[in-house]
Structure formats: structure tokens, C-alpha cells
């Protein structure tokens, strides 16, 4: 009699397993899909807004709050926040005393709005701010949550992240490559998202 009770016991506990395994690889996979789903949606909206640039020949102006100085106007203005490496202390200890070990690790430094200009890449921050001149902009590298931007005379880098940081790179790449991206008539276009 107990023997059918153990055998009842560890049975159900099987089939609460297995139906725990189940769920969880269901979840797992509908992760993936949703995944796989948003990256390409990241993709079609970069590739359709740079074909909508190339087919126009003109880099769409947008509104923003940055007061402008003459001349200049607005490709790019949207809701970001802004990273940098900070200095982080490390305290050790051993039979020959303590000592501090320093690293560099990614800190949220502000929240804010991101613009980008004709002339600058200005982040107005609650706390912080930065203005770039896009002459000064060595590199932009992107993946799909931001981008990072390196610029000449900081040694710091800075990531921003955005909505969709393919189309964000489009803009800040081409504004520092043609005098006026309102008339692209006269550049070659060349525009290619892998992923």
C-alpha cells in the first residue's frame, strides 16, 4: 500500500516537472520571437527612413526646445539618456595592508533630450549637459539599444541610447558628412543596415 503512495507521489511530481519545463521553454521561445520580431522591426524602420531620405534627398527638419544659433537647424531631437565611465574604487586587503584599486565602469550620468543639428550633437540633461561640435566627432558606433559616440579632445566616450539608435547614427553620420543634409542632391547615398 505504501509502495502505490510513493509511486502516486513521485508521478506527480514528475508531471509538475514536466508541465514546469514546458511552460518555462513556451516563455523562452515566445521571448526569442518577440526578440526576433522587435530587432527586425528595428531594422525595417531604419532601412524605411533612410530609403524615404534617399528617395527625397533631404534629411528631415524637426522641431526642438535647444535654442538654435543662425544657421542651424534640427535633424534629430528626442528623449535620451546619457552614459559615461566613471572612476570606480575598489578596497583590498591582505598581510601586507590595504590598497585601492581603481576601474572603469558605465554610469548613468543624466536623463534628457538629445538634438542633433546641422552644426552641433547637444545634450540638454536635467542635471548635465553636453555640446559636441560634429567637426570634434571622431566615431559613432551603434547596436540596438544606443550609441557611442567618440569624440576629439575627451577621453571619455559617451553613450546615448534612443528609440532606434540605427536611424539616430544614420542622422548624426550623415550630418557630419555633408555641409547641408536639407539638400543631399549632389551625395551619394549609400546606405546599408546588417542585422
Known sequence: MQYGIVIAVVAGAAVVVLLIWRATARETRRRERDQQAWRARMYADARAFAAAVQQKRVLPVVATNVILKPGEVAFYSAPSTLYETRE?????????????????????????????????????????????????????????????????GRRKGMVLDAANPLILAFILRLCCQVDDPRDLSQTELDVTFVG
Open 88 to 152: 570606480v574604487r575598489h578596497y583590498q586587503t591582505d598581510r601586507a595592508g590595504a590598497r585601492s584599486l581603481g576601474s572603469q565602469q558605465w554610469r548613468q550620468i543624466d536623463t534628457g533630450t538629445l538634438t542633433i543639428t546641422n552644426k552641433r550633437l547637444i545634450f540638454d540633461g536635467l542635471a548635465n549637459d553636453r555640446t559636441v561640435p560634429l567637426s570634434k566627432i571622431l566615431s559613432v558606433h551603434t547596436d540596438l539599444m544606443a550609441i557611442a559616440v567618440s569624440v576629439e
